[in-house]
């Protein structure tokens, strides 16, 4: 049986839809993920009785699912079964973006679960490599995205975001702790005349069975209020909610979308 570990957003509504047999939903405190009732909520501070109550349940495998942020412990409200994982907890609270989540999926598989990605519970998430849009990358679009696929790199060693925007091989934006959205809206108060490209693509050695990027249709609206020229998302590492939804807008903005190889000159 599976698990789906739940924070904000629409990804667990697309992978319950996605699925024949419905996954036992736990929804982390303070967040909602769209569309769906979650069959139970939990606190960080009582993980270890959710690890218990998944297991009652006949779950083997478990996903996690949504954008969350590191949740404040209140040390008072921790459970008996919770205290022995005390330690790894601080170890994923204390850490960077990248060795919180090998924490946490450590403590899963140390509780006997298998852990396994979004992509690949519901692997349509994941578009075929290639121009989606009707506008197709001219020169200047190519050098762009070969400029935010290094900048993506170097983000990666300094366990960074997932995202920046290029404009004519200058960086306008990187994401940082508050996500791609909050990135994009920065830019709606440019003082230039527009252009440039979203880039995304996941850090070069994450666990991929977490945090994988994603788009949809609202990163597309962000993308035109940011006044940009389209979107680069490196193939098999960005998911895409609603594909044919996001090429549609891409195309009625004339915007370029394309899913491009790591390896792509």
């Known amino acids: 049986m599976l698990a789906l570990i739940t924070g904000d957003g629409r990804l667990p509504q697309?992978?319950?839809?996605?699925?024949?047999?419905?996954?036992?939903?736990?929804?982390?405190?303070?967040?909602?993920?769209?569309?769906?009732?979650?069959?139970?909520?939990?606190?960080?501070?009582?993980?270890?009785?959710l690890l218990q109550t998944l297991r009652g349940k006949g779950v083997t495998r478990v996903c996690f699912a949504g954008a969350i942020r590191r949740p404040p412990v209140d040390p008072t409200r921790i459970d008996a079964a919770t205290w022995p994982l005390v330690p790894a907890l601080q170890k994923a609270i204390g850490g960077g973006d990248d060795?919180?989540?090998?924490?946490?999926?450590?403590i899963f598989e140390e509780a006997g679960f298998a852990v396994v990605g979004a992509h690949e519970v519901a692997p349509d998430l994941l578009p075929p490599a290639g121009v989606m849009s009707r506008r197709q990358p001219d020169e200047r679009d190519k050098k762009d995205a070969a400029r935010g696929a290094a900048v993506l790199e170097t983000m990666s060693d300094a366990d960074l975001g997932q995202a920046c925007t290029v404009l004519a091989g200058q960086v306008l934006t990187v994401e940082g702790s508050y996500g791609t959205d909050w990135m994009l809206r920065t830019l709606t108060a440019r003082p230039d005349d527009g252009g440039g490209l979203l880039c995304k693509a996941p850090k070069r050695d994450q666990d991929r069975r977490a945090d994988l990027p994603t788009i949809g249709p609202e990163t597309v609206q962000g993308v035109v209020r940011a006044g940009l020229r389209g979107l680069v998302i490196e193939a098999g590492g960005v998911m895409v909610l609603d594909i044919p939804a996001v090429v549609e807008a891409c195309d009625a903005a004339d915007l370029l979308l394309w899913v491009r190889r790591r390896d792509a000159s």
Do not use: K, M
Request: a negative charge; hydrophobic letters at 40%.
């Open 99 to 106: 060795s919180a989540l090998r924490a946490v999926i450590g």
């Open 14 to 49: 697309v992978i319950l839809q996605s699925q024949t047999e419905r996954p036992f939903v736990c929804a982390l405190e303070g967040y909602s993920p769209e569309g769906v009732e979650p069959d139970l909520v939990f606190r960080i501070e009582t993980l270890g009785t």
